[in-house]
């Protein structure tokens, strides 16, 4: 405890707001992030045109569980996955490519602060836009439907269920991202391992429920407002799960990460230069 | 000195996978200027990136001041390093480069901003510092690289070819700067095959090819170590052929080259001492005129001539 105590913690803290700064500056203010945003925005765009040219009549709640769907099937299995998987493998996998991680780690920088930094602003990005994305959905949806929109927005359901979703965005960012990150300190093209965890999700629901531990997408499940019961294609991607309380899905999902980021420092300390194997 | 004071290898060695990096290197090196000489491949910058902790050692051991890159918080506050690698993070304009390098050191603002200023204009930068390092020249990219890796005010300086890419008055200020930075008593640890100019500053070299250590100490020792190859003295005078033939008189006088200009001679010889004993005779004697007399084989380049040759160039 004594050791803890003595640690320069406020300089690890001020060097990792740097980090992270530069990090966000360098990574989502770039024209190579476009397809992440792309992947953010595409259902916003989808809604937006619904909401502006579709004048058809609409019923409330179906809305609201295509809504669900979209989150469900789309943000949650899809976008988020491989908006993840761009933006943490980028991280240290992709300074290595672009040969530019010797500047930090020639910097009186702990390798784990290093680590955690570059962590925390792919979380910030990620959230940023998914989170951002998802609160426009729910603007265009609701507002298509006026008062009635309204009301179940501030009145309804409609806050709580925005809430829900944004902290499942969160969560998928913090699960997928120390997953990505791990993965991209491993292998030099990640997206081989990626697609293994793709289908890892996708098979996991059959799995013993101690295997289903393992699994990032079951833990939202449990996190989910609506569940929209998956058909034919869809069924591949929903997940079936025992039914598990939000704040132990959400605590659960928080340790996978912490195990995984963990491991993770304890790689980057080893971590060479060796940009010619690339 | 103690070793407090030294950049230390205790029979390091690496390998990267089954080839050689460097095998069994054992140093102890003092301030001043060190040059590391060898081939291409023949594991300079290995040695320089075991010694920043890019790479870490396959055995043995390396401190540097008695630290090593296992407590970063300290040893990169000592340690600067220059790569080779000529590549730098997206989008940085220069100032940010080194603006944000000294945040890492957890400096404020106003102290890394004046850190950033002084560094910039140390390599003449400082009108270019606002432009995006991608629309550097290779020169300037080398500048900007060689300002971060000085701006914390380090006390061991790694430059690995600090001098590529640079213009000839560029090159001589960038000199004139590590010869500055050494009389500080710092250490600079300097890997470069432009040899004649690095060769002006260093204090002694490190000679290595295929991962091995072949030689290391100051240049002069290291030269009169070098006892096969017979020494080569330049002497000018005004009746070099009178000279020449007086010399001959010895065995160990092996080889006689007139200078271009006709005032001088250039004569091999493999005992140094004796060869200094007859011309402080001949020059008493009168007979001939003696204005110079200079080791003309005493460098960085001839010994890297001798000691590694036609392996490769050097690099």
């Known amino acids: ?278 | 000195m103690i070793a407090g004071d030294r950049i230390v290898f205790e029979d390091v060695s690496k390998f990267y996978g089954e080839v050689l990096g460097v095998n069994r290197v054992s140093l102890s090196l003092p301030p001043g200027v060190t040059t590391l000489v060898g081939p291409n491949g023949s594991g300079k910058t290995t040695l320089m990136n075991l010694m920043t902790g890019l790479v870490q050692p396959s055995s043995g051991r390396i401190s540097v001041l008695g630290l090593t890159p296992g407590d970063p918080n300290e040893f990169f506050r000592e340690v600067g390093y220059c790569t080779q690698f000529d590549s730098f993070p997206r989008g940085l304009t220069g100032w940010d480069f080194v603006f944000d390098s000294l945040l890492l050191h957890g400096m404020g603002s106003a102290n890394a901003s004046k850190l950033a200023c002084e560094a910039l204009e140390r390599v003449g930068l400082m009108e270019a510092a606002h432009r995006k390092i991608a629309g550097y020249s290779k020169g300037m990219r080398q500048k900007i690289r060689l300002a971060q890796s000085i701006a914390h005010h380090p006390q061991v300086l790694v430059l690995d070819e600090p001098l590529n890419g640079l213009d000839p008055m560029a090159r001589a200020e960038s000199l004139a700067l590590f010869e500055e930075l050494s009389r500080l008593g710092m250490h600079l640890i300097i890997s470069s095959h432009i040899l004649d100019e690095v060769d002006r500053i260093s204090d002694r070299v490190v000679l290595i090819t295929g991962g091995y250590l072949v030689a290391e100490g100051n240049i002069h020792a290291v030269r009169s170590e070098v006892r096969d190859k017979p020494m080569q003295v330049l002497i000018r005078c005004d009746r070099p052929e009178l000279l020449a033939s007086r010399m001959f008189t010895l065995n160990h006088c092996v080889e006689a080259r007139l200078h271009s200009d006709g005032h001088g001679v250039f004569l091999r010889t493999t005992d140094i001492d004796e060869f200094y004993r007859l011309l402080n005779g001949i020059a008493t004697e009168g007979l001939v005129n003696i204005e110079a007399v200079a080791p003309a084989d005493d460098d960085t380049h001839a010994i890297y001539q001798y000691l590694i040759g036609s392996e490769g160039g050097a690099s």
């Open chain 1, 1 to 278: 405890m004594e050791t803890l105590r003595k640690q320069p913690w406020s300089l690890w803290w001020m060097q990792a707001r740097c980090i992270a700064r530069i990090e966000v500056r360098r990574n989502l203010l770039t024209w190579k992030a476009a397809w992440i945003y792309f992947l953010a925005f595409v259902p916003t765009a989808i809604i937006a045109i619904h909401a502006l040219f579709d004048r058809s009549h609409h019923a409330l709640t179906d809305d609201t569980n295509v809504l669900a769907g979209i989150v469900q099937f789309y943000y949650i299995r899809l976008g988020i996955f491989f908006g993840c998987l761009g933006i943490f493998s980028r991280l240290i996998r992709g300074e290595m490519i672009e040969r530019s991680l010797h500047f930090y780690l020639l910097a009186p920088v702990r390798r784990e602060v290093l680590l955690l930094a570059k962590f925390a602003a792919g979380v910030f990005g990620a959230v940023l836009l998914f989170g951002s994305a998802i609160v426009v959905d729910f603007a265009f949806m609701y507002a298509s439907f006026g008062a009635d929109g309204q009301d179940y927005m501030f009145n309804g359901p409609g806050l709580a269920q925005l809430e829900a979703y944004l902290a499942v965005v969160v969560l998928g960012c913090v699960g997928y991202g120390a997953v990505f990150l791990l993965l991209s300190m491993m292998f030099r093209n990640p997206m081989p391992a990626a697609m293994l965890v793709l289908g890892w999700e996708a098979i996991n629901p059959v799995m013993p429920s101690l295997l289903q531990k393992i699994s990032v997408a079951s833990y939202l499940k449990h996190l989910m407002p609506i569940t929209v019961p998956g058909e034919g294609l869809f069924a591949l991607l929903t997940v079936q799960t025992d039914p598990v309380r939000g704040w132990v899905a959400a605590t659960g999902l928080l340790l996978l990460a912490a195990v995984v980021l963990a491991y993770s420092c304890i790689r980057i300390r080893t971590i060479e230069i060796r940009y010619t194997t690339e």
